[in-house]
């Protein structure tokens, strides 16, 4: 099932959490609804979902006209954060009990619900748990009975809201793999709530960034990471480096520094920030011409097959933060240590303009 959301505002009291938000979700895509807490993403997962109305715009399923029905007729599996299961039920009746509650016409015979609560038991594997309580499950397993739960009544919709926040990070992983597999396999049209960008970027087959109500860019994994379209995309989408310059005839400006600017840059720029992923960073040991900025190293962070390098600019003009694999600083930068002095050259800086449409500049 598509959906199509126009122009939705919503207000609590004086506070609008969302202005004017407009998106389409093709039948059978996954689409992650990314952004900071307070940004309006859970808002509208509710307003898809009939959970909350829209103060004005539209929602069209397949192209119908969806705005005012009732959450119940929408055929939409809903997954909460804290399981939401009822604990007075085994496993098995909590899978069971969207359908046992159909009004009698609709209500499948009790062999067939029998057979489609195993069936849903194996699809997330966990069939060997149908008679236990959720107390006596950890919190992936109350998780993803949630999500076998909601896909008893067989949505065409299925709306997840920080599906995994309340699990710790190895649990995470785990589930998030295993949702992206799950959703290969069903081809349900998904949409999920996250603040995490690891988890949006592993697990959708395409992001919408929200901040403060509205969209600042859609794409796939690839597309927001790598062309981010403003500087908030750009820093909430991973750790990032402010170098504060300006650009005059294809050069550069950073501090002391001048580097080769390659791009559409506005050559009359006065003042300019350049965005460096702390990846993008190359440290050297001996100065390369004028093309590097001189720093020393505050500290060294192993993070299993990754080095982090602390830097602080001699220049006063603040730290930076560099990234590579182990190798290279072993074999490259031989194996800088704290305390020693060092050569910083970005190797990829990108720029936005004042309209926030962001330009490459490479070395």
Partial sequence: MSIAISNIVKTFGGFTALKGVSLEVEAGELVALLGPSGCGKTTLLRIIAGLDAADSGTILFDGEDATRRHVGERQVGFVFQHYALFR????????????????????????????????????VQLDWLAQRYPAQ?????RQRIALARALAVEPKVLLLDEPFGALDAKVRKDLRRWLRRLHDELHVTSVFVTHDQEEALEVADRIVVLNQGQIEQIGTPDEVYDHPATPFVYQFLGDVNLFHGRVHEDQAHIGEAELKARGQLNAGASATIFYVRPHELEVLR???GSQAVRAWVRDVRRVGSVIRLQ???LDGHGTLEAEMPRERYEDEVHAVQK???????PKNMRVFSEHHHGSGVKD
Avoid: C, W, Y
């Avoid at 046992?100 to 009790?110: D, I, S, T, Y």
């Avoid at 499950?137 to 397993?141: A, D, K, P």
């Avoid at 305390?339 to 050259?345: A, I, M, P, S, W």
């Fill in 311 to 313: 830097l602080e600019r």
């Fill in 286 to 288: 001996r100065p390369d």
């Fill in 339 to 345: 305390g020693e002095q060092v050569f910083v050259r």
């Fill in 137 to 141: 499950l950890s919190g992936g397993q």
């Fill in 88 to 123: 007075h039920m085994t496993v098995f009746e909590n899978i069971a009990f969207g359908l046992r509650v159909r009004p009698r016409a609709q209500r499948p015979a009790e062999k067939e619900i029998q057979r489609k609560v195993h069936d849903l038991l194996s699809l």
